[in-house]
């Protein structure tokens, strides 16, 4: 089994930083992807960022790029999530998990980790 562990959610204002850590363990190796998704009260799931586990390529949903940064430290075995500018919006549970395909869909996403909330407000 894979294991995921998120880390770093907190409140911030609205401007404000914050980096969210997922502490990967297991058998990480077979997934092509870890990605970051968030969910607010009421709505879907939805994809923020994925970083491949393969080359480290990246890729951002639209309301989230230019102010959100993924990266990983291999040897640690953990992907983080860069957050700044944060906005009202960003207010959610973020989640992250480890996937079969290179995608932003969570439906081809297998493990997950508990998740994190973070609050954006003033």
């Known amino acids: 089994q894979v294991q995921l562990v998120e880390s770093g959610g907190d409140l911030v204002r609205p401007g404000g930083s914050l980096r969210l850590s997922c502490a990967t363990s297991g058998s990480t190796s077979v997934y092509y992807a870890i990605g970051w998704f968030r969910q607010a009260p009421g709505k879907e799931r939805e994809g923020v960022s994925r970083?491949?586990?393969?080359?480290?390529?990246?890729n951002y949903a639209p309301s989230v790029k230019g102010r959100f940064s993924i990266s990983r430290d291999n040897a640690k075995n953990t992907v983080y999530l860069q957050m700044n500018d944060l906005k009202p919006e960003d207010t959610a549970v973020y989640y992250c998990a480890a996937g079969t395909i290179l995608t932003m869909d969570p439906r081809f996403y297998n493990y997950w980790g508990q998740g994190t909330q973070v609050t954006v407000s003033s």
């Open positions: 970083i491949s586990a393969r080359d480290g390529s990246t």
